[in-house]
């Protein structure tokens, strides 16, 4: 079927589908996937979604051929999608030493609808690149995906399917010569790294010495990939102002020197103040400044999810980057909503940060980005 030809006027592609929320990582799991339903509730109550076009899995599955079980093995093994596809929680006692193999087990608990699941926050983050790369929008956003762990051939830290690979791999099939991936998660993007090439540029930050372990600022990626990934490895604490001093200027570097033709930012809210996994201390403004500043540049731009653990916070987050992407300012009192009482005692969008140290002296703080900006003068485009 045909689509009407102003379907894209708004040129701002929204994905939410309806069923995110009813995956369940299952109690005490960390990872809840209904505050990716939540924030669809605020943003629909700021009524800012008015200035995007909505799109969800019925249309992915209608106008975009490309994205079908196929194009989860551009990036994974056969064996490992075919795991996904067969197992449930009734029969994996059938398959526990595959399981074993591809990592599955507390992290990663096998879902039920595990391949639905997959499906569903992996098609938003293709599709979104696939609307970009066609320049059907300028900007796509998918709340539900950022999932930045997962590896060809193992389910890691919550993460099955690696859709931020997958965006990137739909970004760079027709004219775009070179991709950048922001990663603000306060985790490694080390399942992103993987896919290196002098193509694809990788940046993370996160704090270092916690889960997965990588990320070291001497680990610039190897072969073609040498130069390509760029880590800024941090203490706890870290705030607005050492975002705005010493990652944005290593952002603009890289724009400099790699001049990506596109992007795609994962927008972890573990990074936030009061995270129950993390221990940064960013205020929901520092964190949507990453958002905020690379917007600026023009470029297409594709918005993702990935962690956030305080489940009042991570909807907070991502209204708030959804507002900096239509150009919207927010009245900070929240509008009435099913979710309301989620946010109280306050009701506000923005929350305080904590009293806590920052941790990253101004020194070593330094020391990174001069060690980056080097490392980055070896970038010939
Ligand atoms: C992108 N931290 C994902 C971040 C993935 C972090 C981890 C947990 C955790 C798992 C649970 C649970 C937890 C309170 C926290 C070494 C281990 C320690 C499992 C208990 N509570 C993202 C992954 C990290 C699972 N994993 O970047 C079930 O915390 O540190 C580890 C590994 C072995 C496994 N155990 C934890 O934000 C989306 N997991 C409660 C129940
Ligand atoms: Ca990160
Ligand atoms: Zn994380």
Redesign the pocket.
């Known amino acids: 079927p045909d689509q009407p030809s102003d379907k894209w006027n708004k040129r701002i592609a929204y994905y939410f589908d309806e069923t995110i929320g009813s995956y369940n ?7 809840k996937p209904h505050r990716v339903a939540m924030t669809d509730t605020l943003v629909r109550s700021y009524e800012i979604d008015k200035k995007m076009n909505h799109f969800d899995r019925d249309y992915v599955n209608t106008y975009i051929r490309a994205v079908n079980e196929k194009i989860l093995t551009n990036f994974h093994s056969d064996e490992y999608i075919e795991l996904i596809q067969k197992v449930h929680p009734n029969n994996k006692h059938f398959y526990e030493d595959q399981l074993y193999r591809f990592n599955f ?3 990663c ?1 096998v879902l039920d609808r595990l391949y639905d699941y997959c499906l569903t926050y992996a098609a938003g983050s293709v599709a979104g690149a696939n609307l970009l790369a066609n320049q059907k929008v300028d900007i796509a956003l998918n709340w539900s995906g ?4 997962a590896k060809q051939s193992e389910a ?4 099955y399917i690696n859709d931020c690979v997958l965006a990137i791999l739909e970004l760079l099939k027709p004219f775009i010569q070179r991709v950048l991936y922001i990663d603000i ?5 080390d399942g992103v790294e993987e896919y290196l090439t002098d193509r694809v540029m990788t940046s993370s930050f996160h704090k270092y010495k ?3 372990g990588t990320g070291h600022l001497d680990d610039i990626g190897t072969q073609q990939g040498k130069f390509h990934a760029v880590n800024f490895p941090l203490n706890e604490g870290l705030d607005d102002q050492s975002i705005c001093l010493y990652y944005k200027p290593v952002l603009q570097k890289i724009m400099d020197t790699f001049r990506p033709e596109a992007v795609v930012l994962q927008c ?1 809210a ?1 990074s936030l103040s009061g995270d ?3 221990c940064f201390n960013l205020s929901i403004k520092g964190h949507g400044e990453c958002a905020t500043f690379m917007k600026s540049f023009g470029v297409p731009i594709i918005l993702l ?5 305080t489940l009042r916070n991570v909807p907070r987050c991502w209204v708030y980057e959804t507002s900096v992407v239509v150009n919207e300012e927010l009245q900070d009192q929240m509008p009435q909503n099913e979710f309301l009482h989620y946010f109280g005692p306050e009701y506000k969008l923005h929350m305080p940060i904590s009293n806590m140290e920052n941790q990253n002296s101004k020194r070593y703080l330094e020391e990174v980005i001069n060690k980056i900006k080097i490392n980055l003068n070896n970038i010939s485009p």
């Open positions: 990582y299952a109690n005490p799991h960390p990872m087990g507390e992290d608990p950022g999932l930045h762990h890691s830290g919550f993460c998660d306060i985790h490694h993007g916690i889960f997965p972890g573990d129950r996994l993390g999810g990935g962690g956030g653990y």
